[in-house]
Structure formats: C-alpha cells, structure tokens
C-alpha cells in the first residue's frame, strides 16, 4: 500500500451509507503509522479518532445492525485503539465513554469474539486514559471513579465484566481496592456454580489473593464453607479454582495449606474435601519435599482409600500418587496402603 490520504478515504466514508459497505479499503489498518492521525477534513482534527472510530462506535450501537456488521465493528474498534495505543494518542474524553457504553452493550453479546473485543477495547480505553489524564497521575479523576463505579455495580456478571474487573485492577488498584469487602468477595465465591463463568471468576479470585484484595483469611473462611458444603460446585472449585491457585507462585501451597488446617479443624471435615486440598498443595508451585504424610494420618488415608463412595476412593488414589518430583520412589506406608 502506498501513502495514505485520509482526505481521501473520509470522503469514501461521507459516500458509504455505512462503514462496513465494502466501498472502502480497510487494509490501510493493517501498519500503525502517525499519518493515520492527520485532519482529513475541515470537520474532523483527526481521521482514525474523530472520523473512522467515532463512526464505527455510533454505528454499531445502532439495534438494526446485523451480526456480520458487529462483527466487523468491533474487530475495527479493537485494531483502532491498539494502534492509538502503539502510536501514544490521547482520545478525546466524548468518544472514551462512548467506546465504554459499547463495551459494556456488547460484553454479554452472543458471539464470543465480539464479546472478547469488547472487553479490550474497555481495557485500551482505560489504559489510554490512565496514559494521558494529568490528574490520575497522583490519584483518579472523577470519570475513571466513575468507570469503576458502574463496573462493579453492573447488574450483568458475565466472564467479560469479571475480565474488565481484572484489567481496571492491574491498571488503578488503589481504584478497585475498596470494592472488594468481605460481602462483594463472598459473592465472588458463591457464582462458581455458574460454569459459564468459572474460568474468569477463577481469574479475578487468584487476582484478589495475589495482590491483597481482601485478606487470605476472608478468602479462606469463605472457600471452606463452600468446599465442605454438599452443594459444593465441583467443576468451578476442583477442576479451576484450585488447580489455578496451585499454580500460582504468589498464591500456591503457602494458602493451601492454610486453606487446609482451616478444613480439618472443622467439626465435622469433608474427606472429599481434605484429599482434594491436599493435592493441590501438594502439587502447587514452589512445593519441594511436601507429601501427604505431611498432611493427613495415615489412618485417615486409609479410611479413605476403603471409603464407600467413589468420589472419595478416587480422591484418595490421585493423592496417594502425586508428587512434585514424580520420579522419586513410594514411601513404604504409601505401598502398604
């Protein structure tokens, strides 16, 4: 492709009826060049923000758009912001929140892609203001309180807010710290029965206990409750939340194990729930010579391996054969059993 004129292309745009009409050439996104970012008319001071995106934004949000036009809209969005981002241009503050009540429009959309674009373009968006806002330099302006305020109070809980969750608390967490109190974390905990949102829940819960969002100690108090309850969510706690905080080195076998003592001295344990956590412990990142002989009885492994029911015996037997280093011999107990 050759020089670009935005002059030109804006004028193909004021012709089509909509951007995604087929009569201009998109392949000119393809390279992040400054050019891009010239006046290209008396109306609009910069092509790609005040012509192209801002259309694309209004567009979409428009009810009688087809699905193949979201598609293209929100791909289009994306790769606009990323080159904003690459080249360091500030959007103007009208058009950033009109990009956000796109994303949180479309972050429950259908189709997942144009779910996933959604959320990144609510974490370009965020970051590009972060980048040029004089104010948050030193705390966070009222816009970007605001952004967090509708986040968090958004009735959706779709996995895209929760990703959006985790993208404002890696860009502002002095912002987001205050959310996280003991009732918003128990509801955290409490939607991992919800499968179709148990990778990202599992993302912001291993997030939170990375970087401070609530104590380990609320956290444990409200993992044990569900983890030694008969309703415990299998799927979203023994098959992604704990093998997630296993292999977290900021997480790992230091609160699983406290996780663990925290099971046990229960009046009445879960056996189911005290050999899951004791693998993932065992098998957590950073562990070296730990083994279950460190962390159950033998008499109770026993009990366990002639349990009546499967789930236990079978829980048992995938304890009995972890290790960390997987080539090192059985202990003689644990050949006896």
């Given amino acids: 492709m050759g020089v670009i004129d935005p002059s030109l292309i804006c004028e193909a745009l004021g012709r089509a009826e909509t951007v995604n009409d087929h009569s201009v050439d998109f ?26 995106l801002a259309r694309l934004v209004k567009e979409v949000d428009e009810a009688s758009r087809s699905t193949a036009h979201i598609l293209f809209s929100s791909s289009t969005i994306k790769r606009i912001l990323l080159i904003s981002r690459e080249q360091h241009r500030r959007l103007p503050p009208s058009l950033a929140s009109s990009i956000l009540l796109y994303a949180h429009k479309f972050w429950d959309f259908v189709v997942d892609v144009v779910s996933y674009d959604a959320t990144e373009a609510f974490s370009l968006t965020v970051l590009s203001h972060l980048e040029h806002c004089p104010e948050c330099q030193s705390s966070p302006c009222e816009w970007l309180r605001e952004v967090a305020r509708q986040l968090f109070s958004s009735d ?37 029965s919800n ?17 401070g969002y609530g104590s380990w100690q609320e956290h444990i108090d409200c993992l044990s409750t ?80 002639l349990h009546v029911d499967t789930q236990v015996r079978f829980s ?22």
């Fill in 27 to 52: 392949g000119f996104l393809r390279r992040s060049t400054p050019s891009l970012f010239a006046s290209c008319c008396p109306s609009h001071s910069s092509f790609l923000l005040d012509c192209l």
């Fill in 316 to 337: 048992a037997w995938s304890l009995l054969i972890e290790h960390p280093k997987k080539t090192d011999p059985f202990f003689e107990s644990t050949i006896k059993i």
């Fill in 156 to 192: 959706s809980r779709c996995k895209a807010v929760y990703k959006c969750m985790i993208s404002l608390m890696r860009a502002c967490p002095s912002l987001c710290r205050p959310y996280f109190d003991p009732s918003f974390i128990r509801s955290l905990y409490a939607s991992l």
């Fill in 226 to 305: 569900l983890i030694s309850s008969p309703s415990t969510p299998r799927a979203g706690i023994y098959e992604r939340l704990l093998p997630g905080m296993a292999r977290s080195a900021q997480i790992g076998a230091p609160f699983l194990q406290l996780l663990l003592k925290k099971i046990q001295d229960a009046p009445l344990p879960s056996l189911e729930a005290v050999l899951s956590v004791s693998r993932f412990a065992i098998s957590a990142v950073g562990t070296e010579r730990l083994s279950w002989h460190g962390l159950i009885p033998v008499e109770e492994m026993t009990r366990a391996v």
């Fill in 195 to 211: 499968t179709a949102i148990g990778a990202a829940l599992t993302d912001l819960l291993c997030e939170c206990l990375s970087n």
